[in-house]
């Protein structure tokens, strides 16, 4: 019916009444939407817009309806010609409208203030492993009138470099392996869902960059928060550290001297092959080396060091290696300086190695 005037009378049933001169456009000021085929109904919007079709076999004299789903929407059927070439139809509240006609597709909605949050999860992540996206949908609702909303769709295309592991929804279905399309169904105010997105890394190195963004069928007032971006490390290799402390501190020449060694893998791959070593301050004596994982031994007397093989220490993990020393029998200031390294490549090998000064007393 394009070209069509709309007028609007409140209250407890919203209804609309058009003047058609043409078959294919119903205008609900300020919107005007097509018609969406012979198959009638469609996407009634409260205040928005009504999309509803006679189609081939549905002339003005077919008629539809609108009554309150389950979901918060309502679902549509013609009505009848009023004369005039006058068609009429609601947008109600609840019950079922006076009109005649059979219940068809859709319902009525409202406009919907949708937003959408990504975050991901290892950051940094390694070659091989699994990556998490995970989304968070909501419906924020609008200040006054229905929000619930329909047809809502989250749309995410991969980066180069992963391989889709799986798209978990917590309600409607995801497809694609490239790009995720979710559709999430019917929406009322102040709903959400959620998303997990896993998927394999296959890039060495480098940013792994990712959008996704969420639409409706309804208007929504503020585009600007639906879409979200997260972007992710690649690294190759384990980050290892080491941390040194002394106790006690100054120590007495009659005492023992305690080091104690924290080694932290913080990833993202696991590191194999983990080795301490330990060179002892000139005029210490060694005591004992144990960690809390692999096994240590003690070269003497040329080098005088601790070696600790601690194996493999997965991404996240920590082990800690106590070596105790006595100190020197005169008063002194003696440094000790440890490393750890292993056969997984480092990217940052700054901080793996840790020193301690310690003051001896009489």
């Avoid at 789903?69 to 010609?81: C, I, Q, R, S």
């Avoid at 480098?206 to 409706?216: C, F, K, P, Q």
């Avoid at 330990?278 to 005591?287: A, H, I, M």
């Avoid at 601790?306 to 106590?322: D, E, K, R, Y």
């Amino acid at each position: 019916m394009t070209g069509a005037v709309a007028t609007y009378t409140g209250g407890p049933n919203a209804t609309y009444t058009s003047t058609p001169v043409a078959t294919d456009e119903i205008l609900l000021n300020p919107n005007a939407i097509h018609g969406n085929g012979s198959t009638g109904g469609g996407i009634c919007t409260f205040g928005i817009f009504c999309s509803a079709v006679p189609g081939a076999n549905r002339g003005l004299a077919d008629v539809f309806e609108v009554h309150v789903d389950p979901a918060g929407g309502a679902n549509v059927a013609w009505t009848k010609d009023l004369g005039g070439r006058v068609i009429q139809f609601a947008c109600q509240s609840s019950g079922a409208s006076a009109f005649a006609g059979t219940p068809d597709l859709n319902g009525c909605y409202g406009p919907a203030e949708m937003s959408i949050t990504k975050t991901d999860s290892p950051d940094p992540v390694g070659p091989g492993q699994t990556l998490t996206y995970h989304l968070t949908v909501t419906n924020n609702g609008v200040a006054a009138g229905p929000s619930t909303t329909s047809g809502v769709t989250v749309t995410d295309t991969l980066p180069a470099g992963v391989t889709l592991v799986s798209a978990t929804p917590s309600t409607g279905s995801c497809s694609g392996t490239t790009t995720i399309s979710c559709a999430l169904g019917i929406f009322p105010g102040g709903a959400s869902a959620t998303i997990d997105i896993a998927v394999t890394v296959s890039a060495s190195a480098g940013t792994l960059t990712n959008s996704a963004t969420v639409t409706a069928v309804t208007a929504d007032p503020n585009p600007a928060n639906n879409t979200a971006t997260a972007s992710t490390t690649v690294v190759n290799g384990a980050d290892l550290s080491l941390t040194k402390t002394d106790s006690p501190d100054p120590v007495s020449t009659h005492g023992n001297l305690t080091y104690k060694l924290t080694v932290h893998n913080g990833g993202p791959l696991n590191a194999a092959g983990v080795t301490v070593t330990d060179e002892l301050p000139r005029n210490t004596s060694f005591g004992t080396a144990t960690a809390t994982q692999g096994s240590c031994s003690f070269t003497q007397p040329a080098k005088r060091i601790v070696t600790c093989a601690l194996g493999t220490i997965p991404s996240g993990s920590t082990v800690t290696v106590t070596i105790v020393v006595t100190p020197p029998s005169k008063k002194a200031t003696i440094t000790n300086t440890a490393s750890a390294s292993s056969s997984t490549s480092d990217p940052n090998p700054a901080n793996n190695s840790a020193s301690a000064t310690t003051a001896v007393v009489p």
